[in-house]
């Protein structure tokens, strides 16, 4: 196979020149009441505050038990909720802490503050000799690469301490660092005063960093083992039920070595009637036979601080290393933790917005008579998102969520908590287009969102990030599943139209098609955005790969790309897409998808810059995955590259206001593969972005409501006038995978 290495004796990512944008900013059409009443009021300084690092890394050499108070008093010193309320206390009572609006979402100012996103995964870059993750995303060379890009935010992924507690020791998080125990940085990524510098050099080159907090649920740190040990507050963190001894034997033993197991349905429905827990939930997320049958785990006897042996019945969504936290205990200690984690993240740490993981899962409420337990769309998870994206739009913020829920329960949830929702609604969509040369089913769910009311503009639209290519089209096997859909000249009920977009998906992009995709259980495919272009292309064995086919794959790359940007909303890539980067194989990650988490294949590592072109391994231990694409300095250099090629595209999104804009239409076309995006931009111009999926060449014409009569129609890539709307229709023609923007001068103006 030919891949692109970066060259060894590059040591620098050279900056130049980026035209400025030559259209303004539009003002967002609703004016909150800080614009309307406090118009020239100058931007406020942020509030401070320091966690408690009372102990660091020093461990007293005593028995790790919960009779022996030195161990309880330091598992308070590390807890989540301990450093919570110590960063509270320095909070409260500050005049800085009313200086911004905060009830209602902005998906718009959040847009114009961070328009392009560079999504890492800290487990997977390639660093210098001796220089961390977080000291490597704080490189001014970088910020200066990505602003001649056009990218000016760079969302972390999680840093923090993750896994566990095993007596005085930390053990590995099972689920890439979202099992969360500490509000410390964790020392594999770098230190908080790497974070800060970083956060002060993107400020520097006007870029933001985005973080993570996860208010559904923590990891087995030291706030799980002071529950478990039934200390003050801490019980109250978690959906977790104290079963008396006298009714042990309905609960299964944990094998040695193991500090809790998964209980099967059958155990489950027992401690249901016996009225310990509500049961069965709407859904079993990572369902595993053997692994993973129910949402409910049991732990092993535990000695609390009393002496007194307990065992307690815990929920947990994802992993049974991720206990699901009570947003309504009488203490609220579950709501304490999270918005002291947001907290020292935006104001200890110095980030400008949050990712919120597992936010559609913080309310869980007993289900009528059989009916399963009602987990999601829950009205408690409404309001415990609204206090959350209230709460960081009060310190100055801004928050995304990551969920895959319907449209409907989307748009229901970003009306009161977060500012933007990740693109789930036509991210399977655009993967679909692009394998069956057939934009119909992305068209379909873009009119669905259009429908139910999603903005565009307040969702994230991104190629590839750490997880899988999710398509478990949740709009359509839920709310929406007995509704009948029209695809491909057949009429299927929602349940059977995601039945048929998925195995159509895993047809072409795993097994015989790709073989080196792999089905990640239920959700999705493990892949990344190269290996599902190579299998659209037909491309079986990632060894013969030629040049040409690089060529072809980076055009379909764009193409993708253009979908993602050229439209509303934020655009996001990762590392991977950047280089270009193909799946692991499956031998190389053997112990890591022992247990059916087959998202590391996806996972692989990359070096950016490209000066550490003989590391085969990033400092996590992940190996180094295949490039396609050259390094960034190298690209940078090159203007037939992929990130150059990006770079004009996010030119065009930038001058012409495209993000901010508003999407007026998705008209039928004439050929299958083509598709359109009538659009209002922020700058007030009409514009149509047209992409074609198919791998021929379109000459056709479609018309929309919104195209007036002989307007003048210009290309905003070239600026040349390439025809006028007649007859209502717009005349394009698109070789295949390519894709432009065009501007619609009415007659007025033309």
């Not at 602003?147 to 005085?168: C, F, M, N, S, Y």
């Not at 053990?171 to 770098?190: E, K, N, Q, Y």
């Not at 307990?310 to 206990?323: A, I, M, N, S, T």
Request: proline share 6%.
């Amino acid at each position: 196979m030919t891949v692109a290495e970066p060259a060894p004796e590059t040591t620098s990512l050279p900056l130049v020149d980026v035209p400025p944008p030559t259209a303004e900013d539009a003002e967002p059409t609703d004016v909150n009441y800080d614009e309307a009443f406090y118009p020239a009021r100058p931007r406020q300084a942020r509030p401070r505050a320091r966690r408690n690092q009372q102990f660091g890394d020093a461990l007293p050499p005593f028995e790790p038990v919960g009779t022996n108070p030195a161990y309880v008093e330091w598992l308070r010193a590390q807890s989540m909720l301990g450093d919570a309320k110590t960063l509270s206390r320095q909070l409260s009572g500050q005049a800085s802490m009313w200086q911004n609006p905060y009830a209602r979402p902005n998906p718009r100012k959040a847009v114009s503050t961070a328009s392009v996103w560079f999504t890492a995964y800290p487990l997977s870059l390639i660093t210098r000799p001796g220089q961390s993750f977080l000291a490597t995303l704080g490189d001014p060379r970088l910020w200066e690469a990505f602003e001649q890009i056009g990218i000016d935010a760079i969302h972390t992924g999680p840093v923090k301490r993750a896994g566990g507690l095993d007596g005085w020791e930390y053990t590995p998080s099972v689920d890439g660092h979202f099992d969360r125990v500490s509000m410390a940085i964790d020392p594999l990524f770098g230190t908080e005063d790497e974070f800060r510098a970083m956060c002060i050099t993107a400020k520097d080159h006007n870029g933001t960093i985005i973080d993570d907090i996860v208010p559904g649920h923590t990891g087995k740190g030291a706030d799980f083992r002071l529950a478990e040990m039934n200390h003050r507050d801490y019980p109250g963190l978690y959906h977790m039920i104290d079963v008396p001894e006298s009714d042990w034997h309905l609960l299964p033993d944990v094998p040695g070595g193991k500090d809790s197991v998964n209980i099967d349905p059958a155990t489950e429905r027992a401690l249901q009637e016996a009225g310990y827990i509500i049961g069965e939930l709407q859904r079993v997320i990572f369902y595993e036979p053997g692994v993973k049958e129910t949402n409910w785990s049991v732990t092993r006897p535990v000695v609390d601080t009393t002496g007194k042996v307990r065992r307690w019945v815990y929920l947990h969504y994802f992993k049974d290393g991720q206990p699901s936290l009570n947003w309504l205990d009488p203490t609220f200690s579950g709501m304490r933790l999270v918005m002291g984690d947001a907290l020292h993240s935006l104001l200890d740490l110095g980030t400008g917005a949050l990712r919120l993981d597992a936010n559609g899962f913080l309310g869980v409420e007993k289900g009528v008579e059989e009916a399963a337990g009602w987990s999601e769309g829950h009205p408690l998870s409404e309001a415990a998102n609204q206090l959350i994206g209230s709460m960081v739009r009060k310190v100055g913020g801004f928050t995304f969520q990551e969920l895959n829920l319907s449209i409907d329960d989307i748009r229901s949830t970003s009306a009161v908590g977060p500012d933007l929702s990740y693109d789930f609604v036509t991210r399977p969509g655009y993967h679909h287009a692009l394998v069956t040369g057939d934009t119909e089913f992305l068209r379909l769910t873009l009119h669905q969102a259009m429908e139910v009311g999603v903005d565009q503009a307040s969702l994230v639209h991104a190629l590839q990030n750490h997880d899988e290519l999710t398509y478990e089209l949740v709009h359509f096997v839920t709310r929406h599943r007995d509704e009948v859909f029209e695809l491909g000249g057949r009429s299927l009920t929602g349940a059977e139209l995601a039945e048929q977009v998925q195995s159509t998906l895993r047809e072409k992009i795993t097994g015989e098609a790709a073989p080196y995709n792999l089905v990640f259980t239920t959700n999705g495919i493990a892949c990344t955005t190269a290996s599902v272009i190579t299998a659209a292309l037909g491309i079986r064995d990632l060894d013969t790969i030629s040049e040409d086919d690089i060529e072809r794959i980076r055009d379909a790359h764009l193409l993708l790309a253009m979908y993602n940007a050229l439209q509303p909303g934020v655009f996001a890539l990762s590392g991977w897409d950047l280089r270009g980067v193909l799946p692991l194989e499956r031998d190389q990650v053997k112990s890591l998808i022992a247990h059916g988490d087959t998202r590391w294949v996806n996972r692989g590592a990359h070096d950016l810059a490209g000066s550490m072109s003989e590391t085969r391994m990033s400092g996590s231990g992940l190996p180094r995955a295949r490039s396609l694409y050259a390094s960034l300095p190298d690209q940078l250099a090159d203007d037939g590259s992929f990130a150059m090629r990006l770079a004009r595209v996010l030119e065009i999104r930038e001058r012409h206001g495209i993000a901010a804009g508003t999407l007026l239409d998705v008209p039928a076309v004439p050929q299958g593969g083509l598709l359109a995006m009538v659009q209002r931009t922020a700058t007030d111009a009409l514009a149509v972005t047209v992409l074609n999926f198919s791998t021929e060449d379109i000459d056709d014409a479609f018309g929309s409501q919104h195209l007036p009569e002989g307007a003048r129609v210009i290309d905003a890539f070239t600026g040349q006038t390439v025809g006028r709307v007649d007859g209502g229709k717009l005349a394009v023609r698109l070789g295949a995978h390519r894709g432009t923007t065009l501007l619609v001068r009415e007659p007025a103006d033309s």
